[in-house]
């Protein structure tokens, strides 16, 4: 697996949310973590990333092991995350906001921009606009985007369709398998489950912090129990 969190055992110093669960993705692949409110889906996500102590388990990055890696190691090793709330610069313009994302090169990274902004027309007709004069699907391609800038070779992504119509959310979606479509390997927690099981290689489904069931998107959509717990019959 390129980026694999393995018998991940932890949680915010109380009791541990995350309870041996497994979760990872190939490049080129869209993995999907489902499950119910509380089930520990973004907090396995941030354990991927470092942002909490794990008391087990590994997380390793294209073999290597990042289990001590702080987050901004990981980020520089490979790993872009995108947040489910707070995740665009209000007061900066939507060039700015993609420009913070590439804080770390020394490279041009105009290059990078540009395909964004091919990925994201919206943002190149948006580019002097405040990130915060933005609809909450436009703030979501903005977040998406910086977190493009650092070139990723794992893209996270925290339920990037919440709050946004059901029109917003196929065009994410899209955009998500074009970015699939250049290798990147993109790990996701997603609320619409069923929508995101029909893009997703693979799925995970999380539940108290733990493994219920781990199988492609299409072979999850097709098993009953799946279905009728957490997908609405």
Same mark, same amino acid.
């Given at each position: 697996?390129? +980026? ?6 932890? &949680? ?8 041996? +669960? ?7 692949? @869209?993995?999907? @973590? ?7 889906? #973004? *907090? ?10 794990? $008391? ?18 990981? @980020? ?20 700015? =906001?993609? !420009?913070?994302?590439?804080?770390? $090169? ?20 948006? $580019? ?6 933005? #609809?909450? &699907? ?11 800038? *650092? ?11 919440? &709050? ?13 398998? !074009? @970015? ?13 489950? $069923? ?18 069931? *781990? ?7 097709? =098993?009953?129990?799946?279905?009728? #717990?957490?997908?609405?019959?």
């Amino acid at each position: 697996m390129f +980026c694999m969190g393995e018998n991940l055992t932890g &949680g915010y110093g109380g009791a541990d949310i995350l309870k041996g +669960c497994t979760i990872g993705v190939e490049q080129g692949e @869209i993995a999907v @973590i489902v499950g119910p409110n509380g089930a520990g889906k #973004s *907090t396995a996500m941030k354990a991927m990333l470092g942002m909490l102590d794990l $008391r087990e388990g590994q997380v390793t990055l294209d073999g290597k092991d990042i289990t001590n890696f702080s987050p901004q190691a990981r @980020i520089a090793a490979g790993i872009a995350f995108v947040p489910q709330t707070s995740n665009v610069f209000t007061g900066m313009s939507v060039e700015e =906001n993609l !420009e913070m994302g590439a804080f770390l $090169r020394e490279d041009d990274f105009t290059v990078t921009r540009d395909e964004i902004y091919d990925l994201f027309p919206i943002l190149r007709e948006k $580019r002097n606009q405040l990130a915060g004069e933005l #609809s909450g &699907g436009q703030r979501q391609q903005v977040a998406v985007g910086r977190a493009l800038m *650092t070139q990723p070779s794992v893209l996270m992504l925290d339920e990037p369709t919440a &709050g946004v119509s059901p029109i917003v959310m196929d065009e994410l979606f899209d955009r998500i398998l !074009e @970015i699939r479509e250049t290798g990147v390997a993109i790990l996701m927690v997603e609320q619409n489950a $069923r929508q995101a099981l029909n893009i997703a290689d693979r799925g995970y489904v999380l539940v108290t912090g733990e493994n219920r069931f *781990t199988d492609t998107g299409e072979a999850l959509l097709a =098993n009953p129990e799946v279905r009728k #717990s957490f997908l609405g019959g």
